[in-house]
């Protein structure tokens, strides 16, 4: 669990098209810069882990709910479309000029390793966490402008979330390595997610549900 700044809630919930150019430069944002690579990352994780142990093409799922109308959605996709390109530019490159992906990179990763280790003596688990190295040749291959293997998805209407439904689950469907879910109220209630690596949660509600918060 990671605090989130105020002000990086703020920003999502209004236009400002000056976070488009600044992307991960801005410190405002630097909260949902850090969920975005976090949640790459555990992608990376479970998809190398799951191919090791079942050899198949596991996919996952991240969920943005910050507010519940609609035309901040759009923008909120907006930024997080400009921040992942930001993400991939850098770790796909190599680019080392400026430092604060691979910073965050390096935190995550030790958050990662700690829960594994803590996990694998408790007897939760019993699989190691991949090398740094692996996850970032792994995320690379996510980022590949071939293959493209990542999807943002509004899903704020019950007509949208009709179309994105498995029809044998009832679940949102995932048609990527990582799929990421910006929307309102359905999000929070209307349907199922699975794999879900990533809750970025900045909503205010008026009236404090806590069943349907922890749901």
Known sequence: YHQIDQ???DVLGHEDKRFLNSSVSSKLIYGLTYALVAYFMATAIRR??????KNIDYKTSAIIHVDIDKKNHDWQRRIVERLIKSIRDVI???DYTDKRIWVAMESIYNDY?????KGREEGLINIAIPSLKEIQ?????????????YHVQMVNSDEEVDKILDDETGELSLDCAANIFI???ILDRGV?????LCFFYGRDPKRFQQDTVLQ
């Open 113 to 117: 390793v700690e829960s594994n280790k």
């Open 7 to 9: 002000k990086c809630v």
């Open 137 to 149: 040749e792994e995320i690379q291959n996510i980022f590949s402008p071939k293959f493209k293997n």
């Open 192 to 196: 199922t997610i699975k794999n879900m």
């Open 92 to 94: 796909v490159d190599e």
């Open 183 to 185: 929307g309102g109220n």
């Open 48 to 53: 190398i882990q799951v191919r090791s142990e």
